[in-house]
Nanobody, 129 residues
Framework: QVQLMESGGGSVQTGGSLNLSCAAS????????MAWFRQAPGKEREGVAN????????SYADSVKGRFTISQDNAKTTLYLTMNSLKPEDTAMYYC??????????????????????WGQGTQVTVSS
Protein backbone atom coordinates (compact mmCIF):
# COMPACT_ATOMS: atom_id res chain seq x y z
CA GLN A 1 0.00 0.00 0.00
CA VAL A 2 1.12 3.56 -0.73
CA GLN A 3 0.68 6.54 1.59
CA LEU A 4 0.94 10.16 0.44
CA MET A 5 1.51 13.35 2.42
CA GLU A 6 1.45 16.86 0.95
CA SER A 7 3.25 19.93 2.25
CA GLY A 8 4.23 23.40 1.12
CA GLY A 9 0.90 25.17 0.97
CA GLY A 10 0.44 28.69 2.25
CA SER A 11 -0.81 32.19 1.51
CA VAL A 12 0.65 34.38 -1.23
CA GLN A 13 -0.34 37.45 -3.19
CA THR A 14 -1.31 37.47 -6.84
CA GLY A 15 1.72 36.84 -9.00
CA GLY A 16 3.56 34.95 -6.30
CA SER A 17 4.95 31.43 -6.29
CA LEU A 18 4.66 28.30 -4.16
CA ASN A 19 6.26 24.88 -4.28
CA LEU A 20 4.20 21.92 -3.13
CA SER A 21 5.67 18.55 -2.20
CA CYS A 22 4.11 15.12 -1.87
CA ALA A 23 6.07 12.49 0.03
CA ALA A 24 5.27 8.88 -0.79
CA SER A 25 5.85 5.97 1.57
CA UNK A 26 5.02 2.30 1.67
CA UNK A 27 5.16 0.31 -1.56
CA UNK A 28 6.78 3.14 -3.53
CA UNK A 29 8.28 0.80 -6.12
CA UNK A 30 4.76 0.40 -7.51
CA UNK A 31 4.32 4.13 -8.15
CA UNK A 32 4.32 5.06 -11.84
CA UNK A 33 1.39 7.42 -12.35
CA MET A 34 0.77 10.43 -10.12
CA ALA A 35 -1.09 13.71 -10.27
CA TRP A 36 -2.01 16.88 -8.45
CA PHE A 37 -5.66 17.80 -8.00
CA ARG A 38 -7.32 20.78 -6.36
CA GLN A 39 -10.69 21.53 -4.86
CA ALA A 40 -12.06 24.98 -4.13
CA PRO A 41 -15.01 25.46 -1.76
CA GLY A 42 -18.25 24.53 -3.44
CA LYS A 43 -16.52 23.13 -6.52
CA GLU A 44 -15.62 19.68 -7.73
CA ARG A 45 -12.11 18.32 -7.40
CA GLU A 46 -10.25 18.96 -10.65
CA GLY A 47 -7.07 17.61 -12.15
CA VAL A 48 -4.19 20.08 -12.33
CA ALA A 49 -1.15 18.13 -13.52
CA ASN A 50 -0.11 14.55 -14.09
CA UNK A 51 3.19 12.74 -14.60
CA UNK A 52 3.90 9.26 -15.93
CA UNK A 53 7.20 8.13 -14.44
CA UNK A 54 7.86 5.86 -17.43
CA UNK A 55 9.28 8.44 -19.80
CA UNK A 56 8.39 11.39 -17.55
CA UNK A 57 5.54 12.53 -19.78
CA UNK A 58 3.28 15.18 -18.28
CA SER A 59 -0.22 16.56 -18.72
CA TYR A 60 -1.67 19.85 -17.51
CA ALA A 61 -5.06 21.44 -17.18
CA ASP A 62 -5.43 24.37 -19.59
CA SER A 63 -5.91 26.74 -16.67
CA VAL A 64 -2.38 26.12 -15.36
CA LYS A 65 -0.36 25.49 -18.53
CA GLY A 66 2.73 27.66 -18.63
CA ARG A 67 2.45 28.51 -14.93
CA PHE A 68 2.64 25.17 -13.09
CA THR A 69 5.27 22.44 -13.42
CA ILE A 70 4.98 18.89 -12.10
CA SER A 71 8.12 16.89 -11.40
CA GLN A 72 9.47 14.06 -9.28
CA ASP A 73 12.79 13.30 -7.59
CA ASN A 74 15.17 10.66 -8.93
CA ALA A 75 14.05 8.13 -6.35
CA LYS A 76 10.45 8.78 -7.41
CA THR A 77 9.39 9.07 -3.77
CA THR A 78 8.59 12.77 -3.84
CA LEU A 79 6.28 14.58 -6.23
CA TYR A 80 6.50 18.33 -6.69
CA LEU A 81 4.28 21.06 -8.05
CA THR A 82 5.96 24.37 -8.80
CA MET A 83 3.37 27.10 -9.10
CA ASN A 84 4.24 30.50 -10.57
CA SER A 85 2.17 33.56 -11.48
CA LEU A 86 -0.49 32.52 -9.01
CA LYS A 87 -3.99 33.93 -9.34
CA PRO A 88 -6.85 34.20 -6.83
CA GLU A 89 -8.68 31.48 -8.78
CA ASP A 90 -5.85 29.08 -7.91
CA THR A 91 -7.02 29.19 -4.28
CA ALA A 92 -7.94 25.64 -3.25
CA MET A 93 -6.97 22.57 -1.27
CA TYR A 94 -4.32 20.75 -3.30
CA TYR A 95 -4.06 16.96 -3.23
CA CYS A 96 -1.58 14.52 -4.68
CA UNK A 97 -2.83 11.16 -5.86
CA UNK A 98 -1.60 7.84 -7.22
CA UNK A 99 -3.21 5.69 -9.90
CA UNK A 100 -2.52 2.36 -11.64
CA UNK A 101 -0.18 2.68 -14.66
CA UNK A 102 -3.02 2.34 -17.17
CA UNK A 103 -4.36 5.72 -16.03
CA UNK A 104 -1.29 7.41 -17.48
CA UNK A 105 -1.44 5.35 -20.67
CA UNK A 106 -4.85 6.70 -21.70
CA UNK A 107 -4.78 10.44 -22.33
CA UNK A 108 -8.37 11.11 -21.31
CA UNK A 109 -7.84 9.38 -17.96
CA UNK A 110 -4.75 11.24 -16.81
CA UNK A 111 -6.59 14.09 -15.04
CA UNK A 112 -9.73 12.12 -14.23
CA UNK A 113 -10.09 11.95 -10.45
CA UNK A 114 -12.16 8.75 -10.66
CA UNK A 115 -9.07 6.90 -11.91
CA UNK A 116 -7.01 7.60 -8.79
CA UNK A 117 -7.25 5.32 -5.77
CA UNK A 118 -4.70 6.70 -3.29
CA TRP A 119 -4.95 10.27 -1.98
CA GLY A 120 -3.08 12.48 0.42
CA GLN A 121 -4.71 14.70 3.05
CA GLY A 122 -4.22 17.91 1.09
CA THR A 123 -2.47 21.22 1.60
CA GLN A 124 -4.19 24.61 1.42
CA VAL A 125 -3.14 27.26 -1.09
CA THR A 126 -4.59 30.75 -0.75
CA VAL A 127 -3.89 33.52 -3.26
CA SER A 128 -5.00 37.02 -2.37
CA SER A 129 -5.51 39.89 -4.78
Amino acid sequence: QVQLMESGGGSVQTGGSLNLSCAASGNTVSITCMAWFRQAPGKEREGVANVYFAGSSTSYADSVKGRFTISQDNAKTTLYLTMNSLKPEDTAMYYCANAPPITCQIASWRLNRARYNVWGQGTQVTVSS
